[in-house]
C-alpha cells in the first residue's frame, strides 16, 4: 500500500516561496498543514484502518463500534479552518482557457472535449521541481532544503509583479492540492479547484478542513479494496490512530506542539509489510475496547489554535460535508461516545452518501443546484448530535 502524496516536495516547493508569497499562503488558512515536517508515512497502519471502513454508514466499525473522524480532529491534527463557505461550485470538462489563464500551463484529457488535467511533469517543471528526487544517501530534511533551492531560483521574488505573483501562488496551489490534500489515483493532477482560485482573497474564506473530511470519505469508499496505492492525505487518519487507538506506533516527543501532528514521531519497523499487516489486523481484532480513547481531547485546551476556536460551534454536529464532486455526510450520531454520550442503537441500512453515479462526465456541473438540500445543510450549521440513551448497551 503505497500512499499518493508528494508531501515533502510540497513542502519544500513552500519553502521555496518568497517571504511575501508564504505569507499569503498564510493568511488563507494553510500555514500551520505546510508547516507539519513530513514524517515517515506508516503504510500497514493506513491498510488496517482502511479495512475497518464501512461505506454504508460512512464510519469506521470495529469490534467495539463505530469510530467517525471528525471535524475537531482535522482541526486539532492539521490545523485546518474548518468552518467557512463550503469548497463547492462549478467543475468543468474543458479547463482550456481557465489553465492558460491563470496557470500559463496547457491541460490533457482523454479526448478533446474533455481537459481536466496537467501532467505532474509539466506542473513540476513550472516550479522548478522536475526531476528532483532523494537520493539513496541523503537525508530527508538535506532533500528537501535541496529542493526547496530549485523552486526558489524559479520563482518571482518581486511582489510588485502581481501576474506572476498570482501565477506562481496558483501554481504551488494546485501543486499542494494535487499531491498533498486531495491526492488521487494516477499522475495527473485535476483542475477541479481552479475556479475557487480564480480570486485569491476569497481562497482564505473556504472551509478546506472540511473538504479534506469530505475527500477522505469519498476516497475510503471508492476502489475494490485491491489498490496498490491511497489517496488523500493519509498522515491524517495515521496521526488520527494514535489518538484514539494507542497501537504503539509511534511516540509523542513534543507533548506541547500544535498543531496534534507535530507532537509524534512514527516508529519505523524492518518488518515485511505483510508481517506488520498480520500483526496489526490482529492487534485491533482484539484490542481491549476499555483502552479505547473516545474523548482525546478532554483536556486539552485551544491556546494558539485559532483554527480550533474557530470551528467550535461545528464539533459536535451532524453536517453534509463538501469538496466540490464529493459530498459526503458527517454522522457523529453513530458515535456519539466521542462526544462524552451513551451510544444508542441507530440503524444506518442505507447509503447516504451522493454516490459515484453522480459524479460523472457532465460538461459543466454546479454542485450547489445539483445538490440544494446538503448544500443548505453546510450553511444551516447541521444538527446538533444529541442522545438520550442512560447507557450503550442496547447499541452494543
Known amino acids: 500500500m503505497r500512499p499518493r502524496t508528494m508531501w515533502p516536495l510540497v513542502v519544500a516547493a513552500y519553502r521555496g516561496l518568497p517571504a511575501f508569497q508564504r505569507e499569503r499562503v498564510r493568511e488563507m488558512g494553510f500555514g500551520s498543514i505546510l508547516e507539519i515536517e ?169 472551509a478546506w478542513g472540511a473538504a479534506l473530511l469530505a475527500h477522505t470519505f469519498a476516497d475510503l469508499s471508492t476502489g475494490t479494496g485491491r489498490e496498490t496505492t491511497v489517496g488523500g492525505f493519509t498522515p491524517f487518519l495515521q496521526v488520527w490512530s494514535y489518538y484514539y487507538l494507542p497501537l504503539g506506533r509511534a511516540t509523542e516527543v513534543d507533548p506541547t506542539a500544535v498543531p496534534l501532528a507535530r507532537r509524534w514521531l512514527p516508529l519505523v519497523s524492518t518488518a515485511t509489510y505483510a508481517f506488520q499487516l498480520d500483526v496489526l489486523r490482529r492487534h485491533v481484532r482484539d484490542f481491549p475496547a476499555l483502552l479505547v480513547v473516545w474523548e482525546p481531547y478532554a483536556d486539552y485546551g485551544d491556546a494558539d489554535q485559532p483554527w480550533v476556536v474557530s470551528g467550535r460551534g461545528l464539533f459536535r454536529r451532524d453536517i453534509w460535508v463538501h469538496c466540490l464532486n464529493e459530498i459526503e455526510p458527517l454522522r457523529l450520531r453513530l458515535a456519539a461516545r466521542t462526544l462524552g454520550l451513551h451510544q444508542r442503537w441507530t440503524d444506518e441500512a442505507k447509503l447516504r452518501g451522493i454516490g459515484r453515479k453522480t459524479r460523472g462526465k457532465a460538461k459543466r456541473v454546479d454542485w450547489r443546484t445539483r445538490f440544494p438540500e446538503q448544500f443548505s445543510d453546510w450553511h444551516r450549521g447541521g444538527q446538533v448530535v444529541t442522545s438520550d440513551a442512560t447507557d450503550s448497551t442496547a447499541y452494543l
Not at 130 to 148: C, H, I, N, S, T
Not at 166 to 184: A, C, I, P, S
Open 38 to 206: 513530513p514524517f515517515f508515512v506508516d503504510p500497514p497502519l493506513i491498510q488496517v484502518i482502511r479495512d475497518r471502513w464501512d461505506r454504508v454508514s460512512r464510519s469506521f466499525l470495529f469490534p467495539w463500534g463505530h469510530m467517525v473522524p471528525s471535524l475537531e480532529d482535522v482541526a486539532r491534527i492539521m490545523g485546518l479552518w474548518v468552518d467557512g463557505e463550503a469548497v463547492t461550485g462549478v467543475t468543468n470538462a474543458d479547463y482550456t482557457d481557465l489553465t492558460q489563464q491563470l496557470l500559463g500551463l496547457e491541460p490533457f484529457g482523454q479526448n478533446d472535449h474533455e481537459r481536466r488535467m496537467v501532467g505532474r511533469g509539466a506542473l513540476l517543471q513550472s516550479l522548478g521541481l522536475a526531476g528532483v528526487r532523494q537520493k539513496a544517501d541523503e537525508l530527508l530534511p538535506a532533500f528537501m532544503e535541496r529542493a526547496a533551492g530549485f523552486a526558489r531560483a524559479t520563482y518571482g521574488q518581486d511582489a510588485k509583479d502581481t501576474v506572476r505573483a498570482d501565477q506562481d501562488l496558483r501554481q504551488f496551489l494546485v501543486f499542494f492540492f494535487g499531491k498533498m490534500l486531495f491526492t488521487t489515483k494516477g499522475d495527473g493532477i485535476h483542475f477541479r479547484f481552479l475556479e475557487l482560485l480564480d480570486d485569491l482573497t476569497r481562497v482564505g474564506r473556504y
